[in-house]
C-alpha cells in the first residue's frame, strides 16, 4: 500500500529511477552567487548517476568546483490536475576522461542545444524522493480523510 | 534580431511574462537546510507576483521566513529536440489577508494537491530571464558558426 502524505503518495526508490530514465529533459537546481538557480538540460542515467552536457556559462563554473545540486524531473496533466516529480540530490563533478565522453556522443548522447557545450557532468546521486498527486477519487477510495481544497 | 548566446536565444522581458502566465505549472527552487530543492506547484501570475499554494512541510517552513526563491517553467518538444525556459527569481513572502485568499479560492485559483495546503505564497519577482534552444537550421540561416554537437 503506497504511504500517502498529505494529497502526495510517495514513489518507491525503484519508481523514482525508472521515471528518472525515462525522462529526457530534467531541471538542475543550485546556488549561483547564493541565488537558487533551475536550468533545465537533456540528461542520461547510468547506474546511480545523472549525466549532462553543458558549456561555460553558470552552471559549469559553479559544478566545476564540485557542487551539491538537485536534479528534478516531472510530469503534469493540465486537464485532470495531476502529476508526479522525483528529486534528485547529489554531488555533480566533470567527467574529464575523453574517452568516456567520446563513447557517450558515439552512441547518441548529445546536447540538443548547439553551441559550445563539451563539459560532462555526473550527478552522483545520494538522495532521491518521488511524489505523485493523489486525485480525489483515490483519496476517498483509500479512505483518507480531510481532501481538502483540490 | 534576438539575441543568440551559445545556441540559446535570450527572449524578451514581455515573453518571459507571457510564458509565466500560460503555464499551469512551475518550479521552485530553494534551499533547505544548505541543500538544493526543486518542488513542482500548479501557480498563477498576478501582476510582477507569482503566487502559489502550499501546506506544512518544507517548502513552507523555508518561505516563512522569507526567503529568496527561484520559479522556473518550461517546454520541450522530444521529437524536435526543441524548448524554451524562464527563471524568475525574488523573496517569496506568506499572504495571510484571509480576504485575499477567499477571493482567490471564489475565483478557482486552488492548489491540484488535496490535503491542507492553505498557505498563499506570493513570490516578488526580482530577476527574470528566459532562453529558447535556436534550431540548427534557424542557426544555419543567422549565420552562427560553430553550431557544435547539438
Known amino acids: 500500500v503506497p504511504l500517502v502524505d498529505n494529497g502526495l503518495e510517495l514513489l518507491s526508490e525503484d519508481e523514482c529511477w525508472e521515471l528518472l530514465r525515462a525522462a529526457t529533459v530534467g531541471r538542475v537546481g543550485l546556488s549561483v552567487k547564493a541565488l537558487p ?3 533545465p538540460v537533456n540528461h542520461q542515467v547510468s547506474g546511480n548517476k545523472i ?5 561555460p556559462g553558470l552552471k559549469l563554473q559553479s559544478v566545476q568546483t564540485d ?5 528534478e524531473v516531472d510530469g503534469f496533466s493540465e ?9 534528485a540530490v547529489g554531488l555533480a563533478v ?12 558515439r552512441n547518441g548522447f548529445q546536447p540538443w542545444v548547439s553551441g559550445d557545450r563539451t563539459h560532462l557532468i555526473e550527478v552522483n546521486v545520494e538522495f532521491l524522493s518521488g511524489r505523485r498527486i493523489v486525485t480525489a477519487a483515490e483519496a476517498d477510495s483509500k479512505g483518507e480523510t480531510g481532501a481538502g481544497l483540490g
Open 37 to 39: 538557480v533551475i536550468l
Open 51 to 55: 549525466r549532462f552536457w553543458t558549456g
Open 67 to 71: 557542487t551539491v545540486v538537485a536534479f
Open 79 to 87: 486537464q485532470e490536475h495531476t502529476g508526479w516529480s522525483v528529486l
Open 94 to 105: 566533470e567527467v574529464t576522461d575523453g574517452a568516456v565522453l567520446d563513447a557517450l556522443l
